[in-house]
């Protein structure tokens, strides 16, 4: 059972437009989730998040928004750059100890 | 450079062989997770310990151990290896046991099982 669904497995972008990356949820007790980034060859890397009690963060290009209703968040990177191609993993956090349930990325390419 | 070191960074095997993995966490962190990310799919949960003692377990087979010494660095044991656990091992620290907090990665550890 995914229960953090990224259903777009690629996205390409030409430069300086805007990307978005989109992620569905099935847990309605998931109350933090984050994005990270992995290039290849490393570890993912943590890039934002958003706690459930927000609809809105923002963190220079990139913003995530939370619409909890419809259990959907996404990730928008304005302007998208070059060295922004990378895979993109959406995560949900149940609160208490610390399970993170990743989806199974994104890869985005943008295009210079 | 994550803080985050894992060993070895590739590994190839045999069929009914074992291996151990090996995670150095970020210096101060307490918690480590393990993830295992086979092809197409996600990052799935394995195990995680805090400060020594094992505190969740997710997807991972009875074939499959881990400790986290007194250092605080931990080692994942692989056993029985079939070519279906060919993927990429990751090991993950954080400061605390719960709350949001944010997972360091290490660059990860590739098995191949042949």
């Known amino acids: 059972d995914q229960q953090v669904k990224q259903n777009s497995p690629s996205l390409s972008v030409q430069e300086g437009r805007i990307s978005i990356l989109n992620c569905d949820y099935t847990?309605?007790?998931?109350?933090?989730f984050l994005w990270y980034k992995k290039y290849p060859a490393e570890g993912p890397t943590f890039l934002i998040s958003?706690?459930?009690?927000?609809d809105k963060n923002e963190d220079g290009r990139f913003t995530v928004f939370l619409n909890k209703s419809a259990k959907h968040l996404s990730l928008h990177i304005v302007p998208s750059q070059p060295g922004d191609s990378a895979v993109y993993f959406c995560?949900?956090?149940?609160?208490?100890?610390?399970?993170?349930?990743f989806g199974i990325g994104t890869k985005l390419q943008v295009i210079p | 450079d994550s803080g985050v070191t894992q060993t070895p960074k590739h590994l190839i095997t045999a069929t009914g062989q074992r291996v151990t993995l090996r995670c150095s966490p970020r210096?101060?962190?307490?918690?480590v997770y393990w993830y295992q990310q086979s092809l197409d799919q996600g990052l799935q949960f394995l195990i995680q310990?805090?400060?020594?003692?094992?505190?969740a377990k997710g997807n991972i087979l009875e074939r499959f151990s881990a400790q986290q010494f007194p250092d605080l660095h931990s080692e994942l044991n692989l056993s029985s290896l079939e070519l279906g656990d060919s993927a990429l091992y990751f090991c993950?620290?954080?400061?605390?046991?719960?709350?949001?907090?944010?997972?360091?990665f290490g660059a990860g550890s590739r098995l191949t099982v042949l």
């Open positions: 995560a949900a956090v149940t609160g208490g100890y610390q399970k993170v349930t």
């Open positions: 210096s101060g962190d307490l918690s």
């Open positions: 958003i706690s459930s009690i927000k």
């Open positions: 310990y805090y400060n020594g003692e094992e505190r």
């Open positions: 993950a620290s954080s400061p605390a046991i719960s709350g949001a907090n944010v997972l360091t």
């Open positions: 847990n309605s007790m998931f109350d933090y």
